[in-house]
């Protein structure tokens, strides 16, 4: 429990700074943006009126707190683009990367654990050398190469989805899933790959220890043992690698977006940062830095309940 407490308020000062330092170089960055947003025929009179609107004529740490205070509310700011609120542009586009990114985890985890502990008992054989060549081959292809032959094959060719033709969440939610189903393989393939690897290697450390070779040598089943013992061991490790990979899919999701044309909040900001709307990409980007942290704490907090020697070690 008191590791569990250190990890949460860890957490929390790490998004305090990341928040801050965020808030500082979209600060430095964006200039005046009441300027911007009104031209250079604005009268100062005009921008002053924006200005004061906008609370960008309060001190530095006055708006940083009420836009920390606002982020707990919902209330993100206002978008320089389109004069609404930030959380509103940004809600539903939220919930569609979360949605892709889960289905993605999902697919990673039922996958690569089975495929990795099955691939163990290749080791050596035909099949080892096949996987080896598979793996090397999908983690070399880049996620938008995936995207297009995804698009091409089961959109264009199959036409199982409709590329950039992505079905409303709310009013078609079974057509949103099918089309992000597409788009998780795309995000998959290449942490499959990895993870399987991570987990073969891990599981062959673990059957080459001390306690593996004695529990055999008391006569106890091999298959038993893997089972019993060394999968709970390996999946310390794994799990952390899987809190860094859950991390990553966001930054790779960016990506698949664009291509399968997918309406969320990675599209959403290349599209925020090319029009300048720094409130919706300062939003974004904190929200996108706490998901990371968030994975490697859920990660630490799982592996503290697989190893009861990690529990017992946080504890003291």
């Known amino acids: 429990m008191k590791y569990a407490l250190k990890r949460i308020v860890m957490l929390i000062i790490t998004m305090v700074i990341v928040s801050l330092l965020t808030f500082l170089a979209f600060t430095i960055v964006s200039g005046d943006p009441a300027r911007n947003m009104l031209g250079i025929e604005a009268t100062p009179e005009q921008v002053a009126a924006l200005r004061h609107e906008l609370g ?128 998780a393989i795309c995000l998959s393939i290449p942490r499959i790959a990895m993870t399987v690897r991570m987990m073969r290697s891990t599981v062959i450390d673990e059957m080459n220890k001390a306690y593996v070779r004695t529990a055999i040598s008391r006569g106890n089943d091999r298959k038993g043992v893997l089972r019993t013992h060394v999968l709970k061991n390996s999946l310390v490790s794994v799990v952390t690698f899987l809190g860094q990979t859950m991390a990553e899919i966001i930054g790779a999701s960016i990506v698949v977006e664009q291509v399968l044309g997918i309406p969320g909040l990675g599209r959403f900001l290349v599209t925020s940062i090319s029009s300048r709307d720094y409130p919706v990409v300062q939003a974004i980007v904190v929200i996108l830095a706490f998901w990371v942290v968030l994975a490697g704490t859920v990660a630490d907090l799982v592996n503290q309940y697989i190893d009861p020697r990690l529990r017992l070690g946080g504890e003291t």
């Open 56 to 183: 960008l004529d309060l001190p530095f740490f006055t708006r940083y707190i009420n836009w920390l205070t606002g982020f707990f509310t919902g209330d993100l700011g206002v978008s320089y683009s389109y004069r609404l609120p930030v959380w509103g542009l940004i809600a539903s586009k939220l919930g569609v990367t979360l949605l892709l990114s889960l289905i993605s985890f999902v697919m990673i985890v039922a996958i690569s654990i089975p495929l990795g502990v099955l691939s163990y008992q290749w080791v050596g054989g035909p099949l080892d050398w096949l996987r080896t060549a598979i793996n090397q081959l999908c983690m070399a292809v880049p996620p938008f190469f995936t995207g297009i032959l995804v698009s091409w094959l089961f959109g264009i060719i199959l036409k199982c989805f409709v590329p950039g033709g992505f079905p409303s969440l709310g009013t078609n939610p079974l057509g949103a899933i099918k089309h992000l189903f597409f788009g």
